[in-house]
C-alpha cells in the first residue's frame, strides 16, 4: 500500500492533467474510468494473489460488456464493493457521496473519471439521468451508505436510485455482495485486522425496469424486497 497508492496517484493526477488539455470532455472520462478501473483492479488483485481476499465474482465478468443507458444497483456491505465491481464492470460511472470532493487525495480521481457526487440532490438527478441518457452505466449504492450490523443484509433504500430509473427509463441491474467477514464494514476500525483470507462473493440478479405505471416508492420497495430476499 505505502507502493502502490503514492505512485498510482502520482500516474493518474499526470494523465487527468495532460487529459484535460488534449482531450474533450466525454473522451477524457472515459478514459479516467479505465484508468481507475484498471488501478483499483490491479489493487485488488494484487490481495487476491496475497491471499487476503478470496473472491468469486464470475457473473460479475459475464455483465462487463452490457451496454447503457444501465444502472448497477448494488448493496454496500464493505468499502471495497466499489473497486471490486469496477475491475470487472470497467468503465462506469459511480454516484459518489459529495464529501469526496472535499478530499483532496480523492477528488482529482472521481473528477477525472467524470462520477457524479450525490448531493445536492436535484442536481445529482439532473446529471445522472443526462449520462444514462447519453448510454452511460451507472453504479450505485441505494442504500445510500454501508450496511448497518442492526438492519439486517441491506438498510432501507432511499428512492434516488428509482427515481432514476423513472426518468431515464434505464434497467436495474442488482447485483448482490456477500462476505464471510465483517472486515471493512460500517463501524469497523480500520486498523483491527480479521482472519485472512476474507471470501466474497458477487451475484449478478436478473435486470429489472420501472413499469410506466409505477410510482417511484413502489419501485423501490420491489427492487429492496428483492435484494432483501436473496441476501437474507
Not at 107 to 124: H, K
Not at 167 to 188: C, E, H, M, N
Amino acid at each position: 500500500m505505502l507502493i502502490y497508492w503514492p505512485v498510482g496517484l502520482v500516474c493518474v493526477a499526470a494523465m487527468s492533467l495532460v487529459s484535460s488539455l488534449l482531450m474533450e470532455r466525454n473522451e477524457r472520462e472515459r478514459l479516467g474510468q479505465k484508468t481507475l478501473s484498471v488501478s483499483l483492479g490491479g489493487f485488488m488483485s494484487g490481495l487476491e494473489v496475497l491471499g487476503i481476499i478470496r473472491v468469486s465474482d464470475d457473473d460479475l465478468r459475464a455483465h462487463a460488456d452490457t451496454p447503457g443507458p444501465l444502472i448497477i444497483a448494488c448493496n454496500h456491505p464493505a468499502l471495497w464493493d466499489a473497486p471490486l465491481v469496477m475491475r470487472r464492470i470497467g468503465r462506469v460511472i459511480c454516484v459518489m457521496k459529495a464529501d469526496v470532493q472535499l478530499n483532496p487525495i480523492l477528488r482529482n480521481g472521481s473528477s477525472f473519471a467524470g462520477f457524479v457526487p450525490n448531493a445536492p440532490r436535484l442536481r445529482m438527478i439532473r446529471e445522472a439521468v443526462k449520462r444514462l441518457n447519453d448510454g452511460g452505466r451507472l453504479l450505485l449504492f441505494p442504500e445510500g451508505t454501508r450496511t448497518r450490523k442492526e438492519n439486517g443484509p441491506i438498510n432501507d433504500f432511499r428512492p434516488g436510485l428509482a427515481l432514476l430509473a423513472k426518468q431515464s427509463g434505464a434497467p436495474v441491474l442488482p447485483v448482490f455482495i456477500t462476505s464471510d467477514s465483517p472486515y471493512l464494514r460500517k463501524g469497523w476500525p480500520l486498523w483491527r485486522m480479521p482472519k485472512f483470507p476474507i471470501s466474497i462473493s458477487i451475484r449478478v440478479g436478473e435486470a429489472i425496469s420501472i413499469m410506466p405505471d409505477e410510482r417511484v416508492r413502489d419501485f423501490s420497495e420491489r427492487l429492496e424486497r428483492r435484494f432483501r430476499s436473496e441476501l437474507g
